[in-house]
C-alpha cells in the first residue's frame, strides 16, 4: 500500500458507516502564514501607523470637544420596594418625546428630537433607587443646563403623572360613593316603607315592648285572680258571721230583773265577740260560759216584763255592707283579671307577628348597616384620595444637580484613537492573509499532501531557484530501484515544460549509469485537460508509477481535489513539487507514507480508499 489510512475505532464510529481516512499534510502551512506575516511586518507598521495619524488628525480637527455633565435623580417608592420593572420603566419615560420636546422648547434649542435623545444618556443600576441623567454637549454651560432640564422636567411630568392617576383615582371613587349613597338611600326606602306598612317605628322597642306589656299583663291578671280569690275567701268568712247576727235588736228597755239585764248585756258582749273572733277564741269561751251560767241562774228566777224598744243591728248591717263590697271587689277583680288576659293574649298574638315578619325586616336592616358602611368607607377612601390628589408627589427628587464640567470629554477622541489603530493593525494583517490565501493556491509539500491526498515525494526551488537538475534527479532515482517505467504527469499547462526537462534530465543522468534495467522514462498528458484524459488513463495503466509534477502556487485546492480520481486507483500515484519558493525552503519537502510508497512500486498495488472507477 503507497500510503496509510487511520480509521475510527468502532465504539466512535456509526453503525455501517465507511471508515475515514485521514488526510496527509494541512490544509494551510501555518509557517507559510508566519513567515508572510513576518515579510510583510513592515508593511503592516506603516498602516498601523497611517491609521494612528489619520485618527488622531481627525480626532483632534474633525471631531468636536464634548463636555459631559452628570445629574442623579433618586427614586423613593410609595410603597418602599424597588421593583425591577418599575426602575427600568422610569429609565425609559426619561427620553419620552413629550419630555423632550418639552426641555426643547424651555432650552429654545434648534435641534431635532432624535439629536437631543442621543445627546442625553440615562443609567441605572439593578434594584437601585438612583438614576443618573448625563447631557453631552459642546459647551458647558449647556451641558449643565441640559442635564438639570431634563432632569427637573422627569421629575415634573412624573409628579403631573401622579397628580393625573390620583385625579382620575378621586373621579373614579366619587362616581362609586354616589352610587352607593343612591342604593343606601334606596335601601333606607324600602326599610321605612317596611315600618309604614306595619305600623312600626322601631322593631326591637316595639318587641320590647310587646313583651313587657305581656309580662305585665299576665302578672297583674294573676294579681287580680289572687284578689278575687281573696275576696270570696272573705265573703264567705262574713256570710258565717251573719248567721248568728240578727237584723233587728233591743234598742231600749226598763228591766226591773238585774239578773236578766246582766244576761241580756252577757249575750250582747258574746254576739260582738263572735262578729270579731271565732267560737275557739278564748274571749268567746268565756263570754260563752258567762251566759251559760246566767241563763242557769235565771231558771229559779221569775222574768219581769217590761217596755222594749226596736231597731235595726249596726252590727248585722255592717257585716252585710262587708259582704256587698267583698262581692264588689270580688266581681272588680274578675274583670279586671279578664282584661289583662286579653291584653297578653293580644300582647302574645302581636310577639307572634312581629316573630313572623322578624326575618324581612332583619334582612332590609343587615342590607342597610352593609351598604351605610361600605358608603362610609368609600367615603373615607374619597377623603384619602381628595387628599393624595392634592399632594400628588411621585418620590422623585434631584438629590444631586448637575454641576458646570470643567474638562472636556475626551472619552470619544480615545476610542476613536483607538478603535483606528487597532483596526489598522488588523486590517493589515487581513491583507497579507488574503494575500496569501488568494484564489486558495498550494505552495508547500504539506498543502499539495492534504488537498490531493496523496504522499509528496518532494518540493524543491527548481526551476525557480538557479539549481542544478541533478539535485531534483539523484534523489528521485536513489529511491527507484525496480521501477520498470515512470510516468511523469504535467498537473496543468505551467507544469508542462518543467515536466519535460524533468524527463530529459532522467534519461540523461540514466544514460550515464552504468546498471542493467533501467526505467523508462515518459511524458504523460496533461492532467487538467479534459480532451486528454483518455489518453492519459491508458498511459497510467501502462506505467509502473505515476508522479504528477506539480509547481508550486499554480495549483488551487479544488484543482488538486479530483486529482487521484482522474489518475486512476489501481496506480501508485505520488506528487513533486517544484518551483518552491526561496521563502519556503524551511517548510517541510516530504508529506505522507513516502517510504512505503517506494517500496511498493515494483507492481501494481491497489490502492485502500479510493475510487475503482474510471469514468
Known amino acids: ?20 481516512a485521514e488526510r496527509p499534510g494541512t490544509p494551510v502551512e501555518l509557517r507559510r502564514i508566519g513567515l508572510a506575516l513576518l515579510d510583510s511586518q513592515v508593511w503592516i507598521a506603516i498602516a498601523t501607523v497611517l491609521g494612528g495619524g489619520l485618527s488622531f488628525f481627525g480626532s483632534k480637527y474633525l471631531l468636536s470637544v464634548q463636555y459631559r455633565a452628570d445629574c442623579v435623580v433618586e427614586w423613593k417608592p410609595i410603597g418602599g420596594n424597588v421593583e425591577e420593572t418599575g426602575g427600568r420603566t422610569l429609565v425609559e419615560s426619561v427620553k419620552l418625546p413629550t419630555n423632550l420636546a418639552a426641555v426643547r422648547t424651555r432650552l429654545d434649542l434648534p435641534v431635532t428630537l432624535t439629536a437631543l435623545g442621543a445627546a442625553v444618556e440615562v443609567s441605572s443600576a439593578k434594584k437601585s433607587r438612583l438614576i443618573s441623567i448625563s447631557a453631552v454637549q459642546p459647551d458647558a454651560e449647556s451641558s449643565q443646563s441640559l442635564a438639570n432640564a431634563v432632569a427637573g422636567q422627569f421629575v415634573t411630568s412624573r409628579d403631573m403623572l401622579r397628580r393625573v392617576v390620583l385625579e ?14 343612591e342604593v343606601v338611600g334606596l335601601a333606607r326606602a324600602e326599610l321605612d316603607r317596611f315600618r309604614r306598612v306595619h305600623h312600626l317605628l322601631d322593631f326591637r322597642l316595639e318587641r320590647e315592648k310587646t313583651m313587657n306589656r305581656s309580662v305585665r299583663a299576665s302578672n297583674e291578671a294573676e294579681m287580680a285572680m289572687a284578689v278575687a280569690s281573696g275576696e270570696t275567701a272573705r265573703q264567705r268568712a262574713l256570710a258565717k258571721v251573719a248567721k248568728g247576727l240578727t237584723q233587728r235588736v233591743v234598742q231600749n228597755e226598763i228591766e226591773t230583773d238585774l239578773l236578766g239585764r246582766k244576761l241580756d248585756e252577757a249575750r250582747a258582749n258574746l254576739l260582738e265577740a263572735r262578729a270579731s273572733h271565732t267560737d275557739a277564741h278564748p274571749v268567746v269561751e268565756g263570754l260563752s260560759a258567762k251566759v251559760q251560767k246566767l241563763e242557769v241562774g235565771s231558771l229559779g228566777a221569775s222574768p219581769t216584763t217590761m217596755q222594749r224598744t226596736w231597731g235595726i243591728n249596726t252590727q248585722w248591717t255592717h257585716v252585710q255592707s262587708e259582704i256587698t263590697g267583698s262581692e264588689a271587689s270580688r266581681d272588680a277583680a274578675n274583670a279586671r283579671r279578664n282584661v289583662l288576659d286579653a291584653s297578653a293574649g293580644s300582647a302574645a298574638e302581636r310577639l307572634r307577628w312581629l316573630k313572623e315578619i322578624e326575618p324581612e325586616y332583619e334582612a332590609l336592616s343587615l342590607r342597610l348597616k352593609s351598604l351605610e358602611a361600605h358608603h362610609e368607607v368609600l367615603i373615607r377612601d374619597l ?13 422623585l427628587s434631584v438629590v444631586s444637580p448637575a454641576e458646570r464640567p470643567t474638562n472636556p470629554s475626551h472619552s470619544s477622541k480615545r476610542l476613536a484613537f483607538t478603535a483606528s489603530v487597532v483596526g489598522s493593525f488588523v486590517l493589515g494583517i487581513l491583507i497579507v492573509l488574503a494575500r496569501c490565501l488568494r484564489r486558495g493556491a498550494c505552495y508547500v509539500a504539506a498543502e499539495f499532501a492534504y ?22 534527479v539523484e534523489p528521485l532515482l536513489s529511491q527507484a530501484a525496480g ?14 515544460g518543467a515536466t519535460q526537462r524533468l524527463a530529459r534530465g532522467l534519461r540523461s543522468h540514466l544514460a550515464r549509469r552504468t546498471v542493467v534495467g533501467k526505467p523508462e522514462i515518459r511524458v504523460g498528458a496533461i492532467a487538467d485537460v479534459v480532451h486528454t484524459l483518455p489518453k492519459l488513463r491508458n498511459q497510467v495503466r501502462e506505467a509502473n508509477i505515476i508522479v504528477v509534477v506539480a509547481t508550486s502556487g499554480a495549483h488551487n485546492a479544488f484543482s488538486l481535489l479530483g486529482l487521484r480520481d482522474r489518475l ?13 519558493g526561496v521563502e519556503l525552503a524551511m517548510c517541510v519537502d516530504r ?15 491497489p490502492v485502500k480508499g479510493a475510487a475503482t472507477s474510471e469514468g
Open 591 to 605: 508529506v505522507g507514507e513516502v517510504d512505503e510508497f517506494w517500496s511498493g512500486v515494483s507492481g501494481t498495488v
Open 1 to 20: 500500500m503507497p500510503w496509510s489510512w487511520s480509521v475510527i475505532e468502532p465504539e466512535h464510529q456509526l453503525p455501517g458507516a465507511p471508515a475515514i
Open 383 to 395: 377623603a384619602q384620595a381628595v387628599d393624595a390628589a392634592a399632594h400628588a408627589n411621585s418620590g
Open 483 to 496: 521501477i520498470h517505467r515512470l510516468l511523469l504527469v504535467p498537473g496543468s499547462a505551467v507544469d508542462v
Open 568 to 580: 486512476g486507483a489501481q496506480q501508485a500515484v505520488a506528487v513533486l513539487v517544484v518551483g518552491v
Open 168 to 181: 382620575r383615582h378621586v373621579s373614579i371613587v366619587q362616581d362609586d360613593a354616589r352610587r352607593a349613597g
Open 451 to 472: 488537498w490531493s491526498n496523496m504522499p509528496v515525494l518532494g518540493a524543491t526551488g527548481w526551476p525557480a531557484l538557479a539549481l542544478p537538475l541533478k539535485t531534483v
